[in-house]
């Protein structure tokens, strides 16, 4: 049974927390190591050993963006083609991006034994759109069914590469304009969740609004959403008012609480407020 799953029914509820920026802000001058294993294995260790979150996610999008900023050629080859799915096909296949990704995620394991390790990456819809955006910024990119289908493809086989790396499980972040509308549409992200089967790992959608729980019936194994009501969801986001004093949610019966800690909250108050989550 994946890692996740095994601790919310074993252990009882988790606290997954995104902290990347607070911590990042907090701890590394503001921009979190993505590119320097050692040194962002010295962050994660002050940032464990303070804030102790149950998962520990790998942000594959902010990783990516560092990595375009210090490879332009990558870039560059990214817009030589102007099909929508070019760019996250180049991208993905970019042999140095994928060593440079495993180098990282092996380390993070074995340095984080206790925690479930999970890679955080765009959904594929999502994905497309973003990888256009980086290598074609001032063009309109049209993704259809058939392109979002293609960077499923393109991503499982990208997943490949972390099979030894003992990871967890993955999350596909959406946006609110990207989010699944129906079973058709989820369907096309297909290809990701039989690579996450294959690895027996977790498969999770983190969706900001949640607003068509019916296309949510099959496919994931559990979703972080801000409405504990979305079909199969497991983890509730904590809302911003908590970090103001407002109570905690109530965890779902059987899932776990999503909390991503405000950039600007103040350190003294910080613990104080998951103390009132756990």
């Known amino acids: 049974m994946p890692l996740l799953s095994e601790r919310v029914a074993s252990n009882g509820p988790c606290l997954w927390l995104d902290y990347d920026a607070y911590a990042g802000a907090l701890l590394a001058n503001g921009s979190v190591p993505w590119l320097d294993v050692d040194a962002l294995i010295g962050w994660m260790r002050k940032a464990q050993s303070l804030l102790k979150s149950d998962v520990i996610a790998v ?8 990595w375009l900023a210090a490879h332009p050629e990558l870039k560059i080859a990214m817009a030589a083609k102007r099909r929508p799915v070019f760019p996250l096909k180049t991208l993905l296949a970019d042999t140095a991006l994928r060593s440079h990704l495993v180098s990282l995620v092996k380390p993070l394991r074995s340095s984080f034994a206790k925690p479930s390790l999970l890679l955080s990456l765009p959904s594929p819809r999502l994905w497309v ?10 063009e309109a990119i049209e993704i259809d069914a058939d392109a979002v289908d293609s960077a499923a493809a393109y991503i499982a086989d990208f997943l490949r590469e972390f099979a030894d790396c003992g990871i967890d499980g993955i999350l596909l972040q959406e946006s609110a304009e990207s989010e699944p509308a129906s079973a058709e549409d ?11 089967a294959h690895y027996r ?4 959608l983190r969706l900001p609004v949640a607003a068509h729980d019916a296309a949510l019936a099959a496919g994931p194994a559990f979703v972080v ?15 911003a008012e908590f970090w103001a004093g407002e109570g905690p ?3 779902p019966t059987g899932g776990f609480r999503y909390a991503e800690i405000p950039v600007d909250a103040k350190p003294e108050s910080v613990l104080d407020r998951l103390a009132a989550l756990r």
């Open 249 to 251: 949610p109530e965890c």
């Open 129 to 138: 759109a973003l990888a256009s955006a980086q290598a074609l910024p001032s």
């Open 186 to 196: 989820l369907q096309l992200y297909q290809a990701v969740f039989n690579v996450a």
């Open 225 to 239: 959403s801000p409405r504990s009501s979305a079909a199969g969801a497991a983890g509730l986001v904590v809302n």
């Open 59 to 66: 942000p594959m999008a902010t990783v990516v963006e560092q």
């Open 201 to 204: 790992w977790d498969a999770g």
